[in-house]
Nanobody, 123 residues
Framework: QVRFVESGGGLVQPGGSLRLSCVAS?????????????VSWYRQAPGKERDLVAT????????NYADSVKGRFTISRDNAKNTVYLQMNSLKPEDTAVYYC???????????WGQGTQVTVSS
């Protein structure tokens, strides 16, 4: 059983910053460690679909971002700690959502989702 634990969310004013953390506890999936998987952050606003926000490659050398967050968010990882981070700067009200992380390999995402962490951007 893989468990993702997201933290670091909160209430922030527009233009503010937050750093989210995702810890994958005791991660072993398909007999591989987290270091063999891409990791992504997703977000879901009330009444909307869950959208991909950012992805980082297994070794951390390649990152991709949704157009809506390019230049404002930075994804990073520490494989020794089984932890992935999302630094969010210049936050906008449109960023308000519950943020989740998950890992993916050739067969897709793991079937496990954490509780997420709430980010609220409001003046």
């Amino acid at each position: 059983q893989v468990r993702f634990v997201e933290s670091g969310g909160g209430l922030v004013q527009p233009g503010g910053s937050l750093r989210l953390s995702c810890v994958a506890s005791r991660f072993t999936f398909s007999n591989y460690a987290l270091s063999s998987f891409d990791v992504s952050w997703y977000r879901q606003a009330p009444g909307k679909e869950r959208d991909l926000v950012a992805t980082i490659s297994s070794a951390g050398g390649t990152t991709n971002y949704a157009d809506s967050v390019k230049g404002r968010f930075t994804i990073s990882r520490d494989n020794a700690k089984n932890t992935v981070y999302l630094q969010m700067n210049s936050l906008k009200p449109e960023d308000t959502a519950v943020y989740y992380c998950n890992a993916a390999g050739p067969l897709g995402r793991t079937p496990y989702w954490g509780q997420g962490t709430q980010v609220t951007v409001s003046s």
